[in-house]
């Protein structure tokens, strides 16, 4: 069953809407953990599925993954914390330690090649406007499309690809030409 059913289904039986928790929440739960730092996470992600859970007879079910609309829900939230998260990014670039990341070093070193340049990377995400940091982490972070993006943040799909295009040149002039994610700019 996918989460639109789970969704449509559990306006009548509110118990069904765990398993869109059950689904979705560890992968959120690293998200914000990336982005605000451990200490707020549980408390955003309890928010998110909370606010997800009242809103949840305005879900459109056309739409069959409500992973972007949790991280859309979780977007907003997290724009409450922005000053939270730009003072991480200073703290990392002065200290060149990420808790977070060193946690998953495994799995982040298969997608990032940054670890040199750990520091002036914070610095970079930490100057970028927070629209084009927004879709940057929603892509490079959550791994979701720009179509998925664009339905989180409710904005259309040129303007995700040029925030984030925007984003990763910005980026990788901080970084001297390197290009943190390794990815293309053509992920639909």
């Known amino acids: 069953m996918d989460d639109a059913e ?4 559990s306006r009548h039986e509110p118990g069904l809407f765990a398993a869109v928790f059950d689904r979705h929440a560890a992968a959120l739960h690293r998200y914000v953990t990336r982005r605000l730092g451990d ?7 309890a928010e ?3 606010a997800a859970f ?5 879900y459109d079910t056309a739409r069959a993954d409500a992973r972007p609309w949790l991280y859309g829900i979780a ?5 409450r914390h922005r000053r939270t998260e730009v003072r991480s990014y200073r703290a990392l670039a002065r200290s060149g330690v990420d808790e977070v990341a060193e946690s998953y070093a495994d799995r982040v070193e298969s997608r990032v090649s940054a670890s040199a340049v750990q520091r002036e ?3 970079a995400l930490a100057a970028l406007p927070a629209a084009d940091r927004e879709v940057l982490l929603l892509i490079a972070w959550a791994q979701l499309s720009y179509e998925e993006t664009a339905q989180a943040l409710g904005i259309p799909i040129g303007t995700v690809r040029s925030r ?11 970084l001297g030409g390197i290009d943190p994610t390794g990815e293309e ?4």
């Open 54 to 58: 009242k809103r949840r007879a305005r």
């Open 121 to 123: 990377l914070a610095a």
């Open 48 to 50: 998110t599925f909370l």
């Open 39 to 45: 200490s707020l996470a549980d408390d955003i992600v």
């Open 164 to 174: 984030l295009h925007r984003a990763r040149r910005r980026t990788r002039a901080a």
């Open 185 to 188: 700019d053509d992920r639909g």
């Open 6 to 9: 789970i969704i449509r289904r």
């Open 75 to 79: 977007g907003n939230l997290i724009g």
